[in-house]
């Protein structure tokens, strides 16, 4: 069965600006709407997977996305290990540390990258079905992460480089699916990126609209063959269901005005 990780948005509002769409969303957080819109994706969540939830700190309110709390790998072996998040913002550095203690207490054995090294966790990194993993860097997390992320999971990656200010998680831009299926956005993506990306999942990919992209479509949960995302047009929903996958649409708009949708509130674990 699947894991998550989640965060209640106990404190959640745009207080600061480090990504486009926070831009002009100052203060304008509905926290109550947040709150039921929350509860409803955990809902769905909880419905089809288990959920565990990570006590939220006040004056921290993108903790609520736990997608960045770090990289999550579970060995062959069945050992499991986190590569914590080290934040390229002030305003989010903080929230490492409590992610550390949860993954410790939790029985993960926690990594670090090099000191000085940005990577924003699973915002950042994706395991595809092949077990292949993709990282992302360019706007947040550092290129070189991907070296040191080997190093340490001993894993296959490829590195994918972001070139859009509003694609500028991974995470936001590219969905790995079962059965070697994916979605992404090519805007996102640096020309040779997008090359890699058709090279490796050919008719397998799915290339989304901007508006399907604006409306963080590529920032999906997967689980088994549904997948819970904030709103897909009915030429992506079509398409997703000739790929015998069933699309459950969960809204998030308060949320998108911190820049994150759906899967950045989860964490698989
Ligand atoms: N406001 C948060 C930030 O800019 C949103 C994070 C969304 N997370 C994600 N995995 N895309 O860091």
């Not at 990594?111 to 699973?122: K, N, R, S």
Request: glycine share 8%.
């Amino acid at each position: 069965m699947n894991h998550f990780l989640m965060c209640e948005p106990k404190f959640f509002e745009v207080r600061y600006v480090i990504n486009p769409w926070m831009e002009g969303n100052l203060g304008r957080v509905d926290r109550e709407l947040a709150q039921r819109q929350w509860e409803n994706l955990h809902g769905i969540v909880a419905r089809l997977a288990s959920v565990s939830l990570i006590e939220t700190v006040a004056g921290l309110p993108d903790m609520t996305f736990t997608a960045n709390a770090g990289l999550v790998h579970v060995g062959e072996d069945g050992k499991k290990q986190c590569i914590v998040s080290s934040f390229r913002h002030a305003e989010r550095q903080p929230e490492a540390r409590f992610f550390e203690t949860f993954f410790s207490a939790h029985g993960y054995r926690v990594q670090h990258l090099a000191p000085d090294t940005i990577f924003e966790g699973a915002g950042d990194a994706l395991f595809d079905s092949q077990g292949r993993l993709w990282v992302g860097s360019g706007i947040r997390s550092d290129s070189h992460a991907l070296g040191e992320i080997i190093d340490v999971l001993r894993v296959e990656a490829m590195g994918l480089e972001l070139i859009n200010p509003h694609w500028y998680h991974l995470d936001t831009a590219f969905c790995p699916l079962p059965q070697g299926q994916a979605l992404a956005y090519d805007k996102a993506f640096s020309r040779k990126s997008v090359e890699i990306l058709k090279h490796a999942f050919g008719e397998n990919i799915i290339w989304v609209s901007e508006q399907d992209a604006r409306n963080f479509a590529c920032n999906a949960i997967n689980i088994g063959q549904r997948i819970i995302l904030h709103r897909a047009s009915p030429e992506l929903k079509s398409a997703l269901a000739q790929r015998g996958f069933e699309v459950i649409e969960a809204d998030v708009s308060e949320f998108l005005k911190a820049g994150g949708a759906c899967k950045c509130l989860t964490l698989e674990i």
